[in-house]
């Protein structure tokens, strides 16, 4: 079973989680497995039997679970990174903490279609994939065990092991150490302004709209101020909304529009690039609903990242993020 | 000039550096740009006026700086990230924080040949390597506009945009986040236990030698019990040292030898691959002397980090620190 582990300096939880029999040379430069037929593609429509049993779809009425029929699909990862079942086993090795790898690890299957892709879908589409994470993260929220979840989304060569357009779900034990920075910061500006600093952030991007992509009534798509990455976007709700997955009909139909149209955007002028994106919601718990705001990160992979800043912690972008966002709105 | 930005949520500093001109096209599978020609490679010895003037360089009595005769030689580079004249330039920008990048971002040549590395090069060439860093760290030390400096040090392709062996040497007007997250760390856990937590690391980790690669009286090297990443190593002095630049001639000598082991292994274990290691040492303070604890990180750039671990800083390592500490040991 893969195992958490904590850093003990930096309170970071990693996963160790090995594959058995690898050698050291089954590392270098592994290419991703990807099966581009949709002949094999476990993700394709009538592929079913080649994954385990669905957790939730979105199918036509008289049609059977893990059969064909559906448009959005979900069901535990083939190679999960953590397990929803066994103890915690939460544990001191020496002075180190470690405890087991429980949690939810599932892949949502975006479009039956091999070759199809959240840019080119039907907008209807990409509404059914949000109100399929909606109603997903809902059902797993109630299991207690859990702190907090993620969506994240991998895709194009070299990120993600397939090409057929799929996302993650992961539900996790502890709250990732990012999300707690999030938590700090923003917990910390709303004692001292009683308000949501992400509030805040959409007011001053507002005023000054150099850093703005696009922009409708429920929500914003900008490039950060401090952005790490070239052409590093954000997509937020005007109004304060801590739960992503309480957001109401209104604001699926709108995140779903703003989504495909940055998506589009990134494709038109970057063409094929790979791209993560990954949304940040509030653990769950009601303690954070003040100063926590939901949101969405889109990271085009143009750059690589060298040691200065995995060591560092410090980013140097070659793209200011007003000439991303100039780029982004004229695409 | 570069600009220091902060993100307001998670105080991290990132440095926006444009590189005029550049086009969004300009940004995708940018190959680096390597002159693997010892003519016009400007780190050979021979070339030394396609650099900036050098601000250190171990050279043979006789000859004249910017000439040959050197062996190990320090200019600021070319391209810098930071710059070291001019007014920091503190500024609010609406909410936000930023500031001039001012700083030092100099180049180490680590050997006058094209072809060598610190793999191959004589123990003795690799102290001096050491002995250049301390020599110019302590120089930079002297200019109280810089709170911290580090060793970086990117090697092989898809890493570093030069081939022939080199370090970069960057001092800064912040503390760079990860550095500081191991001060908040470290602080806390000595005014728990009145103890360095990277002292009881090391006890720890020579009680259970499971991940220990290589000791000898002055230092532990080892892989780390959260590790990241495959094969993600770590040497630290055994006895309690924080500033990297303090250290003495034994210690010199002593850290120039298992750096040279560690990288030997690697090389033998993974062949040409492309790693990274960064200095993480006490910013330029007294205040961190009790609990501070200089380190180096040594990573091999083995995986591809996807969207889970930039979004989440929750890192997914595919191979046991224990496994990988066993290859290094036995290579």
Not at 258 to 276: C, F, G, S
């Amino acid at each position: 079973m893969p195992q958490l582990r904590k850093d003990p300096v930096l309170k970071q939880w990693v996963i160790i989680s090995p594959e058995r029999g690898r050698r050291p040379s089954d590392f270098k430069n592994s290419p991703p497995h990807t099966p581009d037929d949709p002949k094999t593609c476990p993700f394709c429509e009538g592929n079913e039997k080649k994954t385990p049993p669905e957790t939730l779809a979105f199918r036509k009425s008289g049609t059977s679970p893990n059969e064909p029929g559906w448009w959005v699909r979900i069901f535990p990862d083939q190679d999960p990174i953590l397990v929803p079942t066994g103890d915690s086993g939460r544990m001191g090795i020496g002075m180190f903490d470690a405890m087991n790898s429980i949690g939810i690890h599932e892949v949502l299957v975006e479009v039956p279609q091999h070759h199809q892709t959240l840019q080119n879908v039907s907008p209807d589409q990409v509404r059914e994939v949000i109100w399929a994470f909606k109603q997903r993260l809902l059902e797993i929220k109630k299991n207690p065990r859990f702190k907090h979840f993620m969506i994240v989304k991998n895709s194009g060569s070299g990120v993600s092991s397939f090409t057929h357009s799929h996302s993650h779900i992961v539900a996790t034990p502890i709250i990732p150490k990012r999300i707690e920075e999030e938590i700090d910061g923003s917990r910390e500006y709303f004692h001292y302004h009683d308000r949501c600093i992400y509030c805040d952030i959409i007011r001053q991007e507002l005023s000054q709209p150099a850093r703005i992509i696009h922009q409708d009534p429920f929500f914003l798509a900008f490039c950060p101020f401090a952005s790490r990455f070239p052409f590093e976007m954000m997509i937020i709700p005007v109004s304060h909304q801590p739960f992503f997955e309480t957001l109401d009909s209104d604001h699926v139909t709108g995140f779903a529009s703003i989504l495909q149209i940055l998506l589009k955007k990134m494709e038109l002028l970057l063409k094929n690039i790979p791209y993560n994106f990954i949304l940040h919601t509030s653990p769950i718990s009601e303690a954070y609903r003040d100063f926590f705001h939901w949101h969405i990160e889109i990271i085009p992979k143009l750059t690589q990242v060298a040691g200065f800043e995995w060591g560092s912690g410090f980013y140097i972008n070659p793209l200011s993020p007003e000439e991303a966002a100039k780029f982004l709105r004229e695409s």
